[in-house]
C-alpha cells in the first residue's frame, strides 16, 4: 500500500504538465542485453525501463515499449534497429546497452531518421560523429577518470597504477585516464590489463605491490572487482586511494563486502543519496520492487525511458521527436538534461559525473562538493 | 547430374530477384544477408570439415582474419574493400598454412582442441595487440565502394549470394575432382588412404586452405556491412561451434546441407531472438499479454532462447547425426 | 608491460607468485582430473565440464546460504548428488553417442552444456552469486610478506586428499582395476567380461563429482555464475593433455604447472598474455610429447 502511494506520488511529480486527454498512443523500441555475457547489467537497464514505462502510464500517458535482446552482439543489435523502425514503426528508441552495439546502431540512425537514445553507453565517439539522430544520457568514459582524478587531486597524490579488464570500456576509460594522469604530472608505475573471469589476480597485484602506487585505477566488471579487492587485501597492497571507475566497484553487492570494500572511491553516472529531484525515491521505489538496489544503469535507463516517452508524446512523428529531444530540458533523477553539441560532440548530455566513497558499508558522495554531504577519507586504511 | 544443374540454376535465378520482390523491407532482408552468410561460412567448413573429415574448431580465426585485415587496410589506408579482401585472403591463408603444419600431424579430439587453442592464440593476441584496436574494435563510419550505396542492403545481399555460389560451385568441383576422392578417402580412414600413396598432409592442407580462404572473404564482407568489429563479434568460440553446428544440423559431407541447416537455423534464431512466438500469440489473441503463459512468452522466452538452441543441438546429435540432408538420404 | 625496474627478479615476488600459483593450480588440478578420467575411459571430450563446475559452485552456495553448511563441508553432500547426476547424464544420454565419431561428442556435451548453463540463467539470474564466509579472504604471511590465503591453502589440501584417495580406488579397488581396464583398452576389457558400459557411467559419473568438487572449492575465493564455468573448460583440457590422458598424477602435476605458468607469465610477462602462454604450451605438448608428461598412449 506505502509502496502505491509513494509510487503514485513520484509518478505525478514528474507529469504535471500532461492532462489525462492529451495522451496520444506512442510507441517507443527498447534495445538491450538481455542474454549473453552483458545480461548482467542489462537487467538493470530492463529494471529502469520497466519501472519509467509504468510511472508514465500510471499519469496518463499511453506508451507500449517493443523490447529487443541484442545479445551484446553488434549484428543482433542491427537488426532489432532495423525491425523496431521499418516493421514496428516505433517513433524513437532507447538503447543499446553495449557499446560496440550502439556504434553500429548510432551509424544508422540517420539512415532510418528515428531518434535513438542511449541510455548508459561509455565510448566517446558515439556521440562524436555528428549523427543528428543520435542522443546521450550518461557522461562518456573520459569523464569516469576526469572526476576520479579531480577528487583526489587536493591530496597531491605522485604515482598511478592501472589495474584493468581487458573490455572496451576498460581499455578507453584507462587510456583516458592515463591522458589526465599526465596532466596532473602523475607517474605512472603499474599498467596491468587482465582477462576477466580468472580465479587468481594475485601476481598481477603482487606486482602492483611492489611498485609501491599512491592511487591504484581499477576498471572491472562485477564480481571481478570483489575479487580483486579480496585478494587486494590478502597481497597486502595498501595504496593511499583505491579509484574504481564504475561497473563493478558500484554495485551493492560490493558494498556488503565491507571487509574488503570500505573506503574505495569510485565514479558514478548516479547515486541515490545526490540532491537530484527523485533520485532518493527512485533507488527507494526500485529496491521494494526489484529486491536490490538499483545501479547507476538503472537509474540512467529508466530517465531515458521517461525523456524518450515525453518528448515522443508531444511529437507527430521522428522527425519532430528529434527537434523536441534536441530543444528540450528535463530535471529529474539524473539531473539537469540537455542535448548539447560541445568539444566536438553532438547531441550529448553533459551530464555531471559523481564521485563515490563506501563508508562503513554506504556509496557516500564526496565530489563534486555541490551534490555531496560527505567528506572524502583520504588516505585508504584498513 | 542434368537435374542437379538445373536445380541450382532456378535457385540461383530466385535469389537474385529475391530482392525486387521483398522491396524495401531492410530488416527482412538483413535475416537473409544472415542467412547467406552462415550458409557460406557453413559450406566453406564442409570443404575440410564434411569431405576431408577434419573437424576445424577453430573457423572463427579465419573469419576473423578476414574481417580484421579489411577494417585495418580500409581505415589506415583508405583502399578499396576488394584489396582489403585480397589481403584478408592472404592473412587467412598464412594463418591456415601455420595452423595446418601444427594440428594436421593429430587425429581425432586433438585435432579439435588444437584448432581451438590456435583460434584462441589469434583471438587474444588481437586482444591484446595496438594496431588491432584491441579491445575497442574498429569502427568504420563509411565505406566507398564504385560509388554503390552502401547503406543500402543490396550490395551486401548480392556480395554474400555470390561468395556461396562461389564456395558451392567450388564445393562440388572438388566432389568431382581427384581431391575430392582423396579427402574422402583420408575422412573414412587416413591410415588406408596414406598407404595408397595419397599425400595426407598435402590434401589436408589444400582443403583447409580452400576452406579458409572462403571463409575470410565473407569475414571482409561482414565486417564492411556492419561497419565494427570487435573480438567478440568476429573471433569468438561461439562463432566456431555456430559454423559447425548449421553444417552438422543440416547434413556434413553433402553439397547443399550446410545451406540448408543455414536456412534453418538463422531465422529460427532470429524468431526466438526477436521472441515471434510471442507476438504473434498476442497478435491473434492466443495468449493473453498478462497472463503467466503470456508473461513467460514476453519475460522468460527472451532468456531462453540459447536454452532452445541447446536443446535443438542435443536433439539432433541424437535422432539427426548425419544431419536432415543425411537423414533423407538414407531414407531413399 | 612493466616497467623495467620489476622485470629483474624480485625474490619475494618471485616467491609470491609461486605460492599463489601453486595454490590456484590445485583447484584446476582437480578439474582437470575429472575431466581426464572421462577421457581416459570413455575417450570423450566432455565440454560441458566448465558447466558441470558450475552446478557443483551453486550447489556449495545454496547449501551455505539455505541450509547454513560450510562450503568445505558441503562437499560430502555435494559429491554423491553430482556423482548420481554425471552417471545418469551417462546412461541416458552421452551412453548412445559412445560409438559415433568424437565431432558428435563434443557436439553434444556442448548442447548439454548449453542446456545448463542456460538453465541456470533462468533459475538463477545473471546477477552473481558471492559466497562470503568469514574467513574468505583471510591469510597469513611466510617468511615476513608472502601471503598465503587460508580459503586456498584448505581447497589445496582437500584437493590432495581427494587425489589420495582417488589414486588408491584407482589402483587397489576392483571396480578401480576395471576402470583402469577400460581406459587401456575397451574391447579387450569388455572380452574379460568387464561391464564397460557400466565403467563409462562410473566414470563420468565420479568425473562430474570432481568437477562439482572443484565448483564447489572455489566458490569461496571466486564468484558463482550460470557462465563461470567457461573460463575452467579451456584449462582442464589443456591440464589432462598436459598430464597425459587417464592418468590421475599426470593431471594433478598439469594442473600444478598451468597454475605456476599462469602466475609467472602474469609477474614477468604481462597479465593479459598469460592465456597465450598457456595455449602455446598446449600445442607444445601436443606437437612434441603427445602422449602428455606421464600418458603411455599415443596421441591418436
Known amino acids: ?382 | 547430374m542434368m537435374k542437379q544443374t538445373l536445380i541450382s540454376a532456378v535457385l540461383l535465378i530466385m535469389a537474385v530477384v529475391l530482392p525486387l520482390l521483398v522491396g524495401e523491407n531492410p530488416y527482412l532482408i538483413g535475416i537473409l544477408i544472415s542467412v547467406l552468410m552462415m550458409a557460406t561460412l557453413s559450406s566453406a567448413w564442409n570443404i575440410v570439415g564434411g569431405y576431408a573429415g577434419q573437424y576445424s574448431f577453430g573457423h572463427a580465426a579465419y573469419f576473423g582474419a578476414g574481417a580484421y585485415t579489411t577494417m585495418i587496410m580500409l581505415s589506415v589506408f583508405n583502399t578499396n574493400p576488394l584489396i582489403g579482401m585480397a589481403a584478408g585472403v592472404a592473412v587467412a591463408c598464412l594463418i591456415a598454412l601455420i595452423t595446418g603444419s601444427i594440428v594436421f600431424r593429430l587425429r581425432g579430439h586433438y585435432f579439435a582442441l588444437a584448432s581451438i587453442a590456435v583460434a584462441e592464440i589469434v583471438r587474444l593476441t588481437v586482444l591484446n595487440l595496438g594496431f588491432t584496436g584491441g579491445a575497442q574494435g574498429i569502427l568504420l563510419t563509411d565505406v566507398a565502394f564504385f560509388g554503390l550505396d552502401m547503406n543500402s542492403k543490396n550490395p551486401f545481399y548480392y556480395g554474400m549470394l555470390l561468395s556461396l555460389a562461389l564456395t558451392l560451385a567450388i564445393t562440388a568441383y572438388i566432389h568431382k575432382s581427384k581431391t575430392g576422392y582423396y579427402l574422402q578417402a583420408i575422412r573414412e580412414d587416413q591410415d588406408a588412404a596414406a598407404s595408397l600413396g595419397i599425400n595426407l598432409s598435402f590434401y589436408k592442407n589444400k582443403a583447409l586452405m580452400i576452406s579458409a580462404a572462403l571463409t575470410s572473404v565473407v569475414g571482409s564482407i561482414y565486417a564492411v556491412y556492419i561497419r565494427f568489429i570487435d573480438t567478440t563479434a568476429v573471433l569468438d568460440l561461439r562463432m566456431s561451434i555456430e559454423i559447425i553446428l548449421t553444417a552438422i544440423i543440416g547434413g556434413v559431407g553433402t553439397l547443399w546441407g550446410p545451406v540448408l541447416g543455414a536456412v534453418l537455423l538463422v531465422p529460427l534464431a532470429e524468431a526466438l531472438r526477436s521472441n515471434l512466438l510471442g507476438s504473434v500469440m498476442f497478435k491473434y489473441g492466443i495468449v493473453s499479454e498478462t497472463s503467466p503463459v503470456g508473461i513467460f512468452l514476453k519475460d522468460g522466452l527472451a532468456h531462453a532462447h540459447v536454452l532452445v538452441y541447446g536443446i535443438i543441438t542435443v536433439l539432433c546429435i541424437l535422432y539427426l547425426p548425419k544431419g536432415i540432408l543425411g537423414f533423407f538420404r538414407r531414407g531413399k | 608491460m612493466a616497467p623495467p625496474s620489476l622485470t629483474r627478479i624480485h625474490p619475494m615476488l618471485f616467491l609470491q607468485s609461486l605460492i599463489s600459483g601453486l595454490l590456484t593450480g590445485g583447484v584446476y588440478a582437480l578439474a582437470g582430473i575429472g575431466m581426464s578420467l572421462v577421457f581416459g575411459v570413455m575417450n570423450v571430450s566432455n565440454f560441458a565440464h566448465g558447466d558441470l563446475m558450475m552446478l557443483g559452485m551453486y550447489m556449495a552456495y545454496f547449501a551455505f546460504t539455505l541450509l547454513q553448511i560450510d562450503p568445505y563441508l558441503s562437499l560430502v553432500l555435494i559429491m554423491p548428488v553430482a556423482f548420481v547426476f554425471g552417471y545418469l547424464l551417462e546412461k541416458i544420454l552421452i551412453n548412445r553417442v559412445i560409438h559415433h565419431p568424437h565431432q558428435n561428442q563434443i557436439l553434444l556435451t556442448i548442447g548439454l552444456g548449453l542446456i545448463m548453463s542456460n538453465s541456470a540463467l533462468l533459475a538463477f539470474t545473471s546477477d552473481p552469486r558471492i559466497l562470503t564466509t568469514t574467513y574468505s579472504s583471510s591469510s597469513f604471511n611466510i617468511l615476513q610478506d608472502i601471503s598465503v590465503s587460508i580459503p586456498l591453502l584448505l581447497s589445496f589440501l582437500i584437493t590432495c586428499g581427494i587425489t589420495a584417495v582417488l589414486y588408491l580406488f584407482l589402483a587397489r579397488s576392483r571396480t578401480g582395476m576395471a576402470l583402469r581396464a577400460t581406459s587401456q583398452n575397451r574391447e579387450a576389457a569388455q572380452l574379460m567380461g568387464i561391464n564397460v558400459s557400466r565403467m563409462s557411467s562410473i566414470a563420468f559419473g565420479i568425473g562430474t563429482a570432481l568437477a562439482a568438487t572443484a565448483g564447489a572449492l572455489i566458490a569461496p575465493t571466486y564468484y558463482i555464475h550460470p557462465l563461470a564455468g567457461h573460463s575452467f573448460l579451456l584449462k582442464s583440457f589443456t591440464i589432462c593433455v598436459l598430464g597425459g590422458l587417464g592418468s590421475v598424477i599426470g593431471a594433478t602435476v598439469g594442473g600444478l604447472i598451468i597454475g605456476v605458468v599462469e602466475a609467472m607469465s602474469s609477474t614477468y610477462l604481462s597479465s593479459d598474455w598469460k592465456d597465450v602462454v598457456v595455449f602455446a604450451l598446449f600445442l607444445a605438448v601436443l606437437l612434441f610429447r603427445p602422449q602428455g608428461l606421464f600418458g603411455k598412449k599415443e596421441g591418436q
Not at chain 1, 323 to 333: E, H, Q, V
Not at chain 1, 334 to 358: E, I
Request: proline share 4%; glycine share 6%; with cysteine.
Open chain 1, 1 to 382: 500500500m506505502r509502496k502505491t502511494i509513494l509510487s503514485i506520488a513520484t509518478a505525478a511529480l514528474f507529469a504535471l504538465p500532461l492532462s489525462a486527454d492529451a495522451a496520444k498512443p506512442v510507441k517507443i523500441g527498447f534495445i538491450n542485453s538481455i542474454t549473453g555475457k552483458e545480461a548482467q547489467i542489462g537487467e538493470n537497464l530492463t529494471n529502469g525501463v520497466a519501472m519509467a514505462v509504468e510511472d508514465m502510464n500510471a499519469t496518463g500517458y499511453n506508451v507500449t515499449v517493443v523490447k529487443e535482446d541484442d545479445g551484446g552482439d553488434p549484428k543482433n543489435a542491427l537488426a532489432a534497429y532495423e525491425k523496431l523502425v521499418t516493421r514496428d514503426n516505433v517513433i524513437g528508441v532507447v538503447g543499446p546497452y553495449t557499446s560496440g552495439c550502439s556504434n553500429v546502431v548510432a551509424s544508422r540512425a540517420d539512415q532510418y531518421n528515428v531518434p535513438l537514445l542511449v541510455p548508459a553507453a561509455a565510448k566517446e565517439e558515439i556521440t562524436m560523429k555528428g549523427y543528428k539522430n543520435v542522443f546521450r544520457l550518461n557522461a562518456p568514459a573520459n569523464i569516469y577518470s576526469l572526476v576520479l582524478m579531480k577528487a583526489v587531486a587536493a591530496f597531491k597524490p605522485k604515482t598511478i597504477a592501472y589495474v584493468y579488464a581487458a573490455t572496451d570500456f576498460g581499455v578507453s576509460t584507462v587510456k583516458t585516464a592515463q591522458e589526465n594522469a599526465i596532466a596532473m604530472g602523475l607517474k605512472e608505475v603499474a599498467n596491468e590489463k587482465y582477462q576477466q573471469g580468472q580465479p587468481d589476480y594475485r601476481a598481477t597485484l603482487a606486482k602492483v605491490k611492489a611498485a609501491n602506487p599512491d592511487l591504484v585505477f581499477l576498471v572491472s566488471y562485477d564480481a571481478d572487482a570483489i575479487l580483486l579487492m579480496r585478494q587486494a587485501k590478502e597481497i597486502g597492497l595498501t595504496p593511499k586511494a583505491f579509484l574504481g571507475a564504475g561497473a563493478g566497484y558500484t554495485t551493492a553487492q560490493f558494498a556488503q563486502q565491507k571487509e574488503i570494500s570500505n573506503l574505495v572511491v569510485s565514479a558514478s553516472q548516479w547515486t541515490d543519496d545526490v540532491n537530484w529531484p527523485g533520485a532518493a525515491v527512485f533507488g527507494k521505489r526500485y529496491k521494494a520492487r526489484f529486491g536490490k538496489e538499483p545501479s547507476y544503469h538503472a537509474a540512467c535507463a529508466y530517465e531515458a525511458m521517461r525523456i524518450m516517452i515525453e518528448s515522443a508524446s508531444k511529437s507527430d512523428n521522428s522527425a519532430k521527436l528529434r527537434s523536441t529531444l534536441k530543444a528540450g530540458s528535463w530535471n529529474g533523477i539524473m539531473g539537469p538534461v540537455k542535448f548539447a553539441d560541445y568539444s566536438g560532440f553532438t547531441n550529448q548530455n553533459n551530464h555531471p559525473m559523481l564521485v563515490q566513497q563506501l563508508q562503513n558499508g554506504v556509496y557516500e558522495t564526496v565530489y563534486p562538493a555541490q551534490f555531496s554531504k560527505k567528506q572524502l577519507i583520504y588516505p585508504f586504511r584498513r
